[in-house]
T-cell receptor, first 115, second 113 residues
Framework: DTGVSQNPRHKITKRGQNVTFRCDPI?????LYWYRQTLGQGPEFLTY????????KSRLLSDRFSAERPKGSFSTLEIQRTEQGDSAMYLC?????????????FGDGTRLSIL | DAKTTQPNSMESNEEEPVHLPCNHS???????IHWYRQLPSQGPEYVIH???SNVNNRMASLAIAEDRKSSTLILHRATLRDAAVYYC??????????????FGSGTQLTVLP
């Protein structure tokens, strides 16, 4: 178990640029989640994949946000035309299929700073 | 509403037990109680979860009230490495097909040497 890996750990970009983050879940986990965390707050759910299917995306913050998991393994989260308010920590988590109470395993996140 | 109520902050002395309370008065019969913690500059880490009975694992114990409206996370012997934000979460909450975790602001635990 090598854990959930997220890259890059930090991203600094100018307002208006597009950014993409990558998440590699634990290899046998078919469920994958993206969360966003702003300073002083707990993580906020964004979207969910089961294998390659994105089963929940209504909580994505705007149409500038999109996520993919093309082969049911790694996932990417893209933000287009970034804004100041997008500055946050973006967290990925994964869990195995099975009981609903399976714990989620989190990566250490990608911290996005918009200049 | 997946709200839980926790104190904003608590302090403990090193090597002493810590009892972190959580209120979840509107919990449903099928909601689990999960605890995660988050160390600085890291993602949340699973600690423990339970439904009705008290639970123990290598990290902590979870004591659940008989009416399930409150619970307590117990760290038996706090170390400096236990300093973190502790989140009490009921659910997971269903949103479509997702079973996401709904985090509050948590309790910031400070461990004093």
């Amino acid at each position: 178990d090598t854990g959930v890996s997220q890259n890059p750990r930090h991203k600094i970009t100018k307002r208006g640029q597009n950014v993409t983050f990558r998440c590699d879940p634990i290899s046998e986990h078919n469920r994958l989640y993206w969360y966003r965390q702003t300073l002083g707050q707990g993580p906020e759910f964004l979207t969910y994949f089961q294998n390659e299917a994105q089963l929940e995306k209504s909580r994505l913050l705007s149409d500038r946000f999109s996520a993919e998991r093309p082969k049911g393994s790694f996932s990417t989260l893209e933000i287009q035309r970034t804004e100041q308010g997008d500055s946050a920590m973006y967290l990925c988590a994964s869990s195995p299929q099975g009981r609903e109470d399976q714990p989620q395993h989190f990566g250490d996140g990608t911290r996005l700073s918009i200049l | 509403d997946a709200k839980t109520t926790q104190p904003n902050s608590m302090e403990s002395n090193e090597e002493e037990p810590v009892h972190l309370p959580c209120n979840h008065s509107t919990i449903s019969g099928t909601d689990y109680i999960h605890w995660y913690r988050q160390l600085p500059s890291q993602g949340p880490e699973y600690v423990i979860h339970g439904l009705t009975s008290n639970v123990n694992n290598r990290m902590a114990s979870l004591a659940i009230a008989e009416d399930r409206k409150s619970s307590t996370l117990i760290l038996h012997r706090a170390t400096l490495r236990d300093a973190a934000v502790y989140y009490c979460i009921r659910g997971p909450v269903s949103s479509g097909s997702a079973r996401q975790l709904t985090f509050g602001s948590g309790t910031q635990l400070t461990v004093l040497p």
